[in-house]
C-alpha cells in the first residue's frame, strides 16, 4: 500500500531519513547508472534544485531531514572534487517514495492446538502480522545543467526511523554508499 510519494529538487535528507531504518536493517544500493560518453571530469560545481511536494502534508515535518540529505549530499560531492555555485554545471534532483509495509510470518504445525476429539477440527497455516513499518527509496539525479540531461542517477532503500541520530547515521551511511558508485569511485 503506498502511503505517500514526494520528489525533492534540491534536498536529499528524506532519502536519508527513508533509508535511516532500524539498526538491523542495512542501507541497500539498489542500481547506480550513468549515461555512456559523458566526461565527468569536466563538471565542477553543483547545486540543488528546488524541493517540489507531491504531498505538501509532510512539508514541515521534514525539513529538518531534507536539510540531513542536502548535508550529507554536499559533503559526498566536496569529496568528488565538486564545489556548491548558484549556477552549476550539475544540478542535483532528490526523488522520494515511502510505502508501508508489513513483516509477516508463516505458522507452524507446532503452533496448532491440541487436538481434543471434536471430528470436523482442521488447522490450516496462516501468515501472521510481526510488525508494520516504512520503507523509503531515494533516486539521486545528477542533471547536465547545459545539456538539461541526467548523467547519472543513484537509487537506495532503507526502513524508516523516528530516532534523529539513527536518521543521520543512516542518511550519511546511504550517500556514502551510494557516491562509492559514481563514476571514477571503486565501488566498496
Same mark, same amino acid.
Given at each position: 500500500m503506498k502511503k505517500s510519494i514526494y520528489f525533492f529538487k534540491c534536498s536529499g535528507f528524506f532519502l536519508l531519513m527513508l533509508l535511516s531504518?532500524?539498526?538491523s536493517a542495512p542501507v541497500e544500493v539498489v542500481s547506480a547508472l550513468q549515461l555512456p560518453d559523458v566526461?565527468?571530469?569536466?563538471?565542477?560545481t553543483f547545486n540543488f534544485l528546488d524541493v517540489t511536494l507531491k504531498n505538501d502534508s509532510m512539508a514541515d515535518a521534514n525539513s529538518e531531514a531534507i536539510q540531513l540529505l542536502k548535508n550529507a549530499i554536499?559533503?559526498?560531492? $566536496? *569529496?568528488?572534487?565538486? #564545489?556548491?555555485a548558484p549556477d552549476p554545471d550539475l544540478w542535483v534532483n532528490i526523488g522520494i517514495v515511502v510505502?508501508?509495509?508489513?513483516?509477516?510470518?508463516?505458522?507452524?504445525?507446532r503452533e496448532a492446538p491440541v487436538y481434543i476429539g471434536q471430528r470436523r477440527y482442521h488447522w490450516e497455516a496462516e501468515e501472521r502480522i510481526v510488525r508494520r513499518y $516504512? *520503507?523509503?527509496?531515494? #533516486?539521486?539525479?545528477?542533471?547536465?545543467?547545459?545539456r538539461r540531461e541526467r548523467v547519472w542517477e543513484g537509487v537506495a532503500t532503507g526502513t524508516l526511523t523516528d530516532n534523529p541520530r539513527r536518521l543521520e547515521n543512516r542518511i550519511n551511511e546511504a550517500m556514502e554508499k551510494l557516491f562509492n558508485r559514481y563514476p571514477g569511485n571503486a565501488p566498496e
Open positions: 531504518a532500524c539498526s566526461d565527468y571530469t569536466s563538471y565542477q554536499t559533503r559526498e560531492m $566536496e *569529496q568528488l572534487g565538486y #564545489s556548491m510505502e508501508e509495509k508489513v513483516q509477516t510470518r508463516q505458522t507452524d504445525i $516504512e *520503507q523509503g527509496t531515494v #533516486s539521486i539525479d545528477l542533471i547536465d545543467a547545459e
